[in-house]
């Protein structure tokens, strides 16, 4: 038992839970309570999908060479974290507006992607089989965790300050990347 694999495969599963909030959910909250129509965030997402082609390889290089994946991986857990909470404050209807605060989401969601693939494949050799499927299921099993826990956010605070829970649950994530130990 390996008390990295088990942080790391929590990180990634913090990571899908994520992703599948706000794939589920976002797209609802922007058309019917922002009032956005589907052609504006189409627009949106397209913009707030950019970091994963922008930051992604020079981050893996990064952490390969000055700072770590440790590091790397807590501040993206933070901006993810801050930036998330801010959707629930954010109430106007300007396209660039949200395109940025999604933007910023999706910037820290990189750092962490990139980070817990980095971190995963430089700990896991070749003969872990059952670590590399545990680490690959993660994803299913956030996409069935999220809408039981959303489902409670929604009953409990509503659907704008929902995503304040999200935020609070990304920043969890801080206990497991603050206790990895450096891969250098």
Do not use: C
């Not at 706000?22 to 309570?33: D, E, K, N, S, V």
């Not at 995503?163 to 994530?173: A, D, S």
């Amino acid at each position: 038992y390996n008390k990295d694999f088990y942080r790391i495969s929590l990180s990634n599963i913090l990571l899908n839970f994520f992703y599948a909030w706000m794939t589920i959910y976002m797209p609802i909250y922007l058309h019917q309570y922002i009032g956005f129509n589907w052609e504006e965030i189409g627009i949106i997402f397209t913009i707030m999908l950019l970091p994963f082609v922008i930051f992604e390889i020079p981050l893996g290089n990064i952490a390969d060479k000055k700072l770590g994946e440790k590091e790397i991986l807590s501040i993206g857990f933070i901006i993810t974290a801050i930036s998330t909470i801010i959707i629930s404050f954010v109430t106007i209807k300007n396209l660039w507006l949200w395109a940025l605060v999604l933007f910023i989401t999706r910037m820290g969601a990189a750092m962490i992607e990139v980070m817990n693939e980095t971190y995963f494949f430089k700990k896991v050799d070749g003969k872990s089989s059952s670590e590399l499927s545990f680490f690959r299921i993660t994803r299913p099993l956030a996409y069935i965790i999220t809408p039981l826990i959303a489902g409670l956010a929604f009953y409990f605070v509503g659907y704008k300050y929902s995503f304040i829970v999200l935020g609070v649950i990304v920043f969890y994530g801080l206990r497991y990347s603050l206790t990895l130990k450096d891969t250098k």
